[in-house]
């Protein structure tokens, strides 16, 4: 097919390759509260207590909002608030997931952030809520954010093919131990929470 500059003119996308991932959730991503932490005190930021005190360091931090790459859920316990170091492996988590869909000649999605940065009092709530959550939450730092692997957003709803949340999680992980084999990050398959939970690492 030759396209001359054409802008209805559509290279065909070829047919769907197989979607499959080689290894196991849980043991591939079991990087523990423990260790997470103790980078996130490293390179973080001083844990604020309410929302308030969460104001005067928003500057150490970068907002990140729903674009091209990731939907930035409702939050109700944490603000959407990141390390420079954080928003940028954020960014490239959702540019890298989309281009291995497009390699895969599948339809494009976002992920979707579950949660950010919480204060102190934040994690207090939700520890009432959720007994499973921790207090010494690796979310207090802004160095940390959840990645639903059930929830997605199709980026073309006129795109006739659909891909299972089964397969989109398998893409979704193949990137993450990607990013951890870079030693970007650490990761945790929460299979409750039905999210990854992503710390940033400084590299070193």
């Known amino acids: 097919m030759i396209c001359l500059l054409l802008p209805a003119c559509k290279e065909e996308r070829g047919p769907l390759k197989r979607i499959w991932y ?52 409702e939050l109700t316990h944490s603000i959407p608030y990141l390390i420079p170091q954080a928003a940028e492996l954020l ?21 979707k952030v579950t949660s950010v940065t919480r204060t102190i009092t934040d994690v207090k709530k939700l520890k009432k809520r959720n007994s499973n959550s921790s207090v010494n939450s690796t979310h207090q730092y802004g160095t940390t954010f959840d990645i639903s692997w059930v929830r997605y957003t199709k980026v073309d709803e006129k795109d006739t093919l659909n891909i299972d949340k089964d397969e989109l999680k398998m893409v979704l992980a193949m990137v993450l131990r990607d990013l951890k084999r870079e030693d970007r990050c650490y990761v945790k398959h929460e299979r409750r929470q039905g999210c990854f939970h992503i710390t940033v690492k400084d590299g070193e």
């Not at 980078?39 to 930021?45: P, Q, V």
């Not at 907002?63 to 790459?69: G, L, S």
């Not at 540019?95 to 390699?103: A, G, V």
């Open 22 to 73: 080689n290894g196991s959730y849980n043991r591939d991503f079991n990087d523990l509260n423990d260790v997470q932490l103790e980078m996130a005190k490293k390179i973080g930021i001083k844990p604020a207590t309410t929302r308030e005190e969460a104001e005067e360091v928003k500057h150490e931090m970068e907002e990140i909002k729903t674009n091209e790459y990731y939907e930035v859920e």
């Open 91 to 111: 960014h490239d988590i959702g540019k890298n997931f989309q281009d291995s869909l497009t390699n895969l000649n599948a339809s494009l999605y976002k992920v």
